[in-house]
């Protein structure tokens, strides 16, 4: 390591050990909870600190309860509920981004800012917002009531809570979409046209490829807040139809005197975010081998 | 008195359920055990409990300054507030709690040092007890006691009322939308209602566990609201099962602004929220057609104020308290809190007089005979409570 190296080691030291120890710090929190015990009287949460003495019985509950009680049904509900909602936000985000990147010219700032500008306001007051909107008597509601469409769409529906997250999410996939689209480099998709390939191909072969970090990075942050989410579903919904996971660890934690339950869900939710983490973080450094040869 | 004295004090007390560090120990790790017990008043075994401390002494003149509060949010009116303050040349400051349990874990670390808690329930004061949390109260800062229902002068869970002076009342029923559902149409379905598909996608159940497991239970002639039986259990939670295909359920605590607002027809709620329903309605739309049924087997329950040990303020503490007991007081904060105080003399007739209520609301009001012949809901044990969560989960599930 030479010395530029070594000095720009020690400057991002104090930060990465700053981010490690917090999260390090109350990941161990949430597993000594999860492995602890209640106190009966005062219903608190033990935190067990010595992983020598974790109890295992409230992990091998929940995760009986996962595999094959009623928290499958939960799990699987979530996972199929945030990944049609990144695919809805990639359908919707993706052409927003390309545009912003390619085309939008002097206007791309302007755009930009049109984009986040809504987001400014809180997420509570949007989702509050759009309770207004599609109550039966909403605008919105009457609105497509004059082309006929009937529905109750805070009946509990899934199609409902799904374009929350949509709504909710998506200027977090946009704006690192635009930003990878933003820096690529262009000549080779024209190199690829001139090469004989349609744009179809062009898109697929060259733009795709090159837009994958930005890609992962954009899913990522939109699906860890995603599986996390209870309020989206307790604002447009609140149906146990549309029961998510975050809506039972809010549960456990503040409602129920099994708080080592909501913990054991946090522990089996971050493992699952981590699986998808690591493939992120491999994909994007096999960009980067790739880039560099 | 020392943590031990107390202890002793606690199994010699009268009547109650006391769930001793024994039996807790069996149930909560090697390292869950609390070092106290807790008291659990039932309607058949009511309880003394003991006094930790002693009363403040009479005819103390109020601290003046600052009074802090803990209260839910908008239970009490800002003008009943703001008259309190001025007749008694102090400041109200209120901090606010959603949660028993964490508002007590506050009070247990030292997070909040409130002078006087509102709204909490006889669940949390076994626990408000444990901790030696609050103040035995001085009986004669408090004449207006005397207004309050029978039943609750002199509560099961803290009989003499030494340490809670009880608040608002309210039982569980049906509130539904009479332009919707026929009255005697709903009366004889009576608890069925709840599981009939024709209100499928209308229909509420309130979020809490222990009201709807309930429902179950009452809806299968079950009338043991604190069962531990697992099969009965069992059976509870098949039944809410039921209730969820058939009707598709919302869960939540907002029939008040929902039913009103016309965005469901049914909802099984507490009369409190019924009573302030007429508030949300649209402009122009007849407060008639808000309706209640009252079951003949239902749980009822109070609230209660109480003020806790390290108060600074406990005069003006008694005073509040002895100030939203007085009957017209108590109407003014009905008028804004919806709630109904549980007052002899703030019954059906007064509220309708005062056009508080409309006269379709007239069984939510909770009287002396209902609440006494209504069930509580009182603290269970981990064990039996960790079945009814299971009951609860597996429903909210979906």
Redesign the interface.
């Known amino acids: 390591m030479n010395k530029a190296a070594r000095l720009w080691a020690a400057l991002a030291a104090p930060g990465a050990f700053w981010l490690l120890f917090f999260f390090a710090v109350p990941f161990y929190a949430v597993a000594c909870v999860a492995f602890?015990?209640?106190?009966?009287?005062?219903?608190?949460a033990?935190p067990?600190w010595n992983p020598l003495?974790w109890?295992f019985s409230e992990f091998n509950a929940v995760f009986s309860?996962v595999t094959s009680?009623?928290?499958r049904?939960?799990f699987i509900?979530t996972i199929v509920y945030v990944l049609t909602a990144m695919i809805i936000s990639f359908a919707i985000g993706f052409p927003v981004a390309y545009y912003l990147a390619r085309h939008a010219g002097k206007r791309r700032m302007l755009l930009l800012l049109l984009i986040i500008a809504p987001f400014w306001v809180n997420y509570l007051m949007r989702m509050l917002a759009w309770v207004n909107l599609l109550?039966?008597?909403g605008l919105f509601s009457r609105f497509v009531g004059i082309f006929g469409v009937q529905y109750?769409w805070?009946?509990?529906s899934p199609i409902t809570v799904i374009l929350g997250l949509v709504y909710g999410y998506i200027p977090f996939l946009i704006l690192p979409l635009y930003a990878t689209l933003e820096r690529l480099d262009w000549r080779l998709v024209e190199a690829a046209r001139d090469l004989g390939a349609t744009s179809r191909q062009a898109f697929r072969v060259v733009t795709v490829p090159m837009a994958k970090a930005g890609v992962a990075a954009a899913a990522i942050l939109i699906a860890l807040p995603m599986f996390g989410d209870y309020y989206t579903n307790?604002l447009l919904?609140?149906?146990?139809?549309?029961?998510m996971l975050g809506?039972?660890i809010d549960?456990?934690i503040?409602?129920?005197?099994?708080p080592q339950r909501g913990a054991v869900l946090v522990i089996m939710l971050s493992t699952l975010l981590l699986v998808a983490l690591s493939w992120y973080l491999r994909s994007t450094s096999r960009v980067g081998k790739e880039r560099v040869r | 008195m020392e943590r031990r004295d107390f202890l002793k004090t606690l199994f010699a007390t009268t009547g109650g359920i006391i769930i001793g560090p024994s039996i807790l120990a069996a149930c909560g790790g090697t390292t869950a055990t609390s070092s106290t017990g807790l008291i659990i008043g039932t309607p058949d075994l009511p309880v003394t409990l003991p006094l930790v401390g002693e009363p403040i002494a009479d005819g103390l003149a109020n601290e003046g300054g600052t009074i802090e509060i803990l209260n839910w949010a908008d239970y009490t009116n800002p003008e009943v507030i703001a008259d309190f303050e001025k007749a008694f040349g102090v400041t109200v400051k209120q901090s606010i709690y959603d949660n028993e349990d964490a508002a007590i874990a506050k009070l247990r670390n030292g997070t909040l040092k409130p002078d006087l808690i509102i709204g909490m329930t006889d669940t949390a004061l076994a626990r408000l007890m444990a901790g030696e949390l609050i103040q035995p109260l001085n009986h004669s800062y408090i004449p207006n006691k005397t207004n309050l229902i029978t039943g609750l002068q002199n509560p099961y869970y803290d009989q003499g009322a030494q340490y809670t002076m009880a608040q608002f009342i309210y039982g569980n029923g049906i509130g539904y939308r009479r332009d919707r559902i026929d009255p005697s149409e709903l009366a004889s379905q009576g608890y069925d209602a709840m599981w009939n598909s024709a209100y499928s996608g209308k229909l509420a159940v309130t979020d809490s566990y222990r009201d709807i497991v309930s429902l179950a239970l009452f809806q299968a002639g079950v009338t043991d609201v604190n069962t531990g039986d697992a099969d009965i259990l069992a059976a509870a939670k098949e039944n809410l099962i039921r209730l969820r295909s058939a009707t598709n359920p919302k869960v939540d605590v907002l029939s008040y602004q929902e039913l009103p607002a016309g965005n469901r027809d049914i909802a099984y709620t507490w009369s409190g929220d019924i009573l302030l329903a007429p508030f949300y309605l649209p402009e122009g739309t007849s407060a008639d057609v808000l309706g209640f049924w009252y079951p003949e087997e239902t749980i009822t329950a109070n609230d209660f104020l109480c003020i806790p040990k390290a108060s600074s303020k406990p005069v003006a503490a008694h005073q509040f308290i002895n100030y939203l007991l007085d009957n017209d007081v108590a109407a003014k904060n009905q008028s804004y809190v919806g709630y109904q105080p549980a007052l002899t003399n703030v019954n059906a007739e007064a509220l309708i007089n005062a056009g508080a209520i409309p006269e379709t609301l007239v069984d939510a009001v909770i009287d002396d005979a209902k609440y006494q012949a209504g069930k509580r809901l009182v603290s269970l044990t981990p064990e039996t409570d960790a079945l009814w969560s299971d009951v609860w989960t597996t429903f909210t599930a979906g």
């Open positions: 602890g015990s209640i106190d009966p009287v005062f219903r608190d033990i067990q003495n109890s309860s009680g009623p928290l049904g939960v509900r109550s039966p008597s109750n805070l009946d509990g307790d919904s609140r149906s146990p139809k549309t029961e809506n039972q549960y456990y503040n409602n129920s005197s099994q």
